[in-house]
């Protein structure tokens, strides 16, 4: 089983893409965050193999610095 997290600030891509994902028998959505400082509170309960985020959210920071830290 993969596990993945999703970073996006709009829910219809977040919960679209989470049902296409979880499609697949081997994928599995373990969270969704709405910005970057709540995925990098969660990470560690989450535990993701794969992040998929986007890179412009809007807040304190982007997609681009949450990968950074």
Do not use: N
């Amino acid at each position: 089983m993969i596990a993945i997290a999703l970073a996006d600030d709009h829910q219809v891509v977040t919960h679209s893409l989470k049902a296409y994902l979880e499609s697949f028998p081997d994928l599995k959505v373990v969270g969704i965050a709405a910005t970057g400082e709540e995925l990098i509170a969660h990470l560690g309960d989450w535990r993701p193999d794969i992040v998929l985020q986007d890179l412009l959210m809007p807040g304190g920071i982007d997609g681009l610095e949450t990968t950074r830290q």
